[in-house]
């Protein structure tokens, strides 16, 4: 369950609520995921998630995923 997790540093997206990633499964997180979905149809649009905020500047950047914080 990615629910609450966030990508930081190079880009701002937080998942949703029912984002899931099964055991061996990948999501894709895209800039303009209608987009992405309308030129990728075979990928499953459960693996596509998005719309991130700020840019990739394209120069090998680190992304952070940062834990939820829980109380």
């Known amino acids: 369950d990615l629910a609450g997790w966030r990508l930081r540093s190079g880009i701002d997206f937080t ?3 029912g984002t899931t990633l ?3 499964g ?5 800039h303009g995921a209608t987009q992405l979905r309308l ?3 075979e990928l499953a649009a459960a693996q ?3 719309d991130f905020q700020s840019n990739l500047a394209g120069r090998g ?3 952070r995923l940062a834990r939820p914080v829980t109380v």
Do not use: K, S
Request: a negative charge.
């Open 15 to 17: 998942f949703a609520p």
């Open 39 to 41: 030129l990728h149809p």
């Open 22 to 24: 099964p055991a061996g």
């Open 26 to 30: 990948y999501v894709v997180v895209a």
């Open 61 to 63: 950047e680190t992304l």
């Open 48 to 50: 596509i998630v998005g």
